[in-house]
């Protein structure tokens, strides 16, 4: 099993950036990817993008490429979203996500078995 | 991208009956390389919590989900199916495609008592 503890709620004011964390714990396999997903008071689930904490290497949503970076802290296990130019657009709880690949679960790259909490990322002047 | 429309959009029932929830894919997300079935997900969510994985490949239940969840479907359309519902299986069902980037999600079934 896998573990997300997210970081907490932000309030942030327009033209402003945001920094989350996502703590993964259990059984990390050094080639998970993990992901970022968001979802907007009363609407349905956007991905934002994935990391490679091995390589490092970033995959991000064409509508985020610019303003998003996600990076890895290995040595802690953390994964960070970075959003910067931030407007009330980006109001919403912000998941981290990642598949299992222990075997008890689905082993598929983009399919998210384990997610965190969320975390609420408001943006208001 | 693909566009996944789920269907219908709220879907009122009670415990014991039965469930059918759809996803269309605006292409086909089969593909030459679809081992272990279409890249086709499944979550519930319920009020306040994150999504729980319930189906992926179109077809095979994620760890811990009861055998009365179902998946089917191929190309471009999909289905999940609840045999017989109990009452914690009311929440929101979306739909994820993971063949073709950018991974996207349908717009969600709700589904009430």
């Known amino acids: 099993q896998v573990q997300l503890l997210q970081s907490g709620a932000e309030v942030k004011k327009p033209g402003a950036s945001v920094k989350l964390s996502c703590k993964a714990s259990?059984?990390?396999?050094?080639?998970?990817?993990f992901y970022w997903v968001r979802q907007a008071p009363g609407q349905g689930l956007e991905w934002v993008g994935l990391?490679?904490?091995?390589?490092?290497?970033?995959v991000y949503a064409q509508r985020f490429q610019g303003r998003v970076t996600m990076t890895t802290d290995t040595s802690t296990t953390t994964v960070y979203m970075e959003l910067a130019t931030l407007t009330s657009e980006d109001t919403a709880v912000y998941y981290c996500?990642?598949?299992?690949?222990?075997?008890?679960?689905?082993?598929?790259?983009?399919?998210?078995?384990?997610w965190g909490q969320g975390t609420m990322v408001t943006v208001s002047s | 991208e693909v566009v996944l429309t789920q269907s219908p959009g709220t879907l009122s029932l009670s415990p014991g009956e039965r469930a059918t929830l759809y996803c269309r894919a605006s292409?086909?997300?089969?593909?030459?390389?679809?081992?272990?079935?279409?890249?086709l997900a499944w979550y519930q969510q319920k009020s306040g919590q994150a999504p729980r994985l319930v189906m992926f490949?179109?077809?095979s239940r994620a760890a811990g989900i009861p055998a009365r969840f179902s998946g089917s479907g191929s190309g471009t359309d999909f289905t999940l199916t609840i045999s017989s519902l109990e009452p914690e299986d009311f929440a929101v069902y979306y739909c994820?495609?993971?063949?073709?980037?950018?991974?996207?999600f349908g717009q969600g079934t709700r589904l009430d008592i």
């Open positions: 292409q086909s997300i089969s593909g030459f390389y679809s081992v272990g079935g279409d890249n």
């Open positions: 259990g059984n990390i396999f050094s080639n998970y990817y």
């Open positions: 994820q495609q993971y063949g073709i980037s950018p991974i996207t």
């Open positions: 996500a990642s598949p299992d690949y222990s075997g008890s679960g689905s082993s598929s790259d983009d399919v998210f078995d384990f």
């Open positions: 490949g179109a077809s």
């Open positions: 990391i490679n904490p091995s390589s490092g290497s970033t």
